[in-house]
């Protein structure tokens, strides 16, 4: 029995799916993962009688959502790659994006790592914060080594992959005609550039690296956002290699 042949406009409208719901649950890691974890310990710090207190049950709470949204930030991740991988088979463009994610993911997975270290060091991160969050970086580092050196290996690794994911975008955008995906792939460069700096912090200081956090949920937001818009529809116009 013979094999059935996918057409190139198949393997597009496969590959274009894909990426969609890889920005979907990019969307809800970004979030779970950076938006409410923001929301509750920057509240918590400026109204500390208010409803959310800066304890040790609120540091274990967030953990818990960084645990959640690492997951689908892995998830995101393997859809991203699996887009890119069907696009490679007719778009040598895309075998860089699908590698580099493809080492995005292993780095998600050590991240997995970090925050259940995290999880079960609330109480020593909770008295090192004294109050504010924006010491969580420094503290982790001076009183969890493991989970902070093994979230570095990971972090840099899953930088790697969103160099990955704005190469995969960028070329997509050319290869659609969509330049809503160009700015996707904008997005995503600014945001892993928003990144570098607070991450460097826990090696070497770097003043005020820890208020470039706060570009990172509008960011990680619009940045899927843009590339589920573009990528939701099959592709109209195709642009070869």
């Not at 330049?179 to 912090?201: E, K, R």
């Amino acid at each position: 029995m013979a094999t059935p042949t996918v057409t190139v406009r198949e393997q597009d409208v496969r590959g274009s799916h894909r990426i969609a719901v890889g920005a979907g649950l990019g969307v809800a890691a970004a979030g779970i993962t950076l938006l409410l974890p923001f929301v509750l310990l920057w509240w918590s710090l400026y109204d500390p009688g208010g409803f959310f207190v800066l304890n040790s049950t609120l540091v274990r709470d967030v953990s818990y959502l960084l645990l959640a949204g690492a997951i689908l930030f892995l998830l995101s991740l393997f859809l991203f790659r699996r887009g890119f991988a069907v696009l490679r088979g007719v778009d040598p463009r895309f075998t860089v994006a699908s590698v580099l994610c493809l080492i995005g993911s292993l780095g998600f997975l050590i991240l997995l790592v970090a925050v259940v270290v995290v999880i079960g060091s609330a109480n020593s991160l909770l008295s090192c914060i004294h109050g504010q969050p924006s010491h969580a970086l420094s503290c982790l580092r001076s009183g969890q080594p493991l989970g902070a050196y093994t979230g570095i290996i990971g972090f840099w690794l899953g930088w790697l992959g969103g160099v990955g994911i704005v190469l995969g975008i960028a070329s997509a955008g050319r290869r659609f005609s969509r330049g809503v995906l160009y700015g996707s792939a904008a997005l995503y460069a600014l945001l892993l550039l928003a990144l570098v700096g607070p991450f460097l912090g826990l090696i070497y200081p770097v003043p005020g690296a820890q208020y470039i956090l706060l570009l990172t949920p509008v960011l990680a937001l619009l940045a899927p956002a843009l590339a589920y818009a573009g990528t939701r529809r099959p592709p109209a116009t195709i642009v070869p290699a």
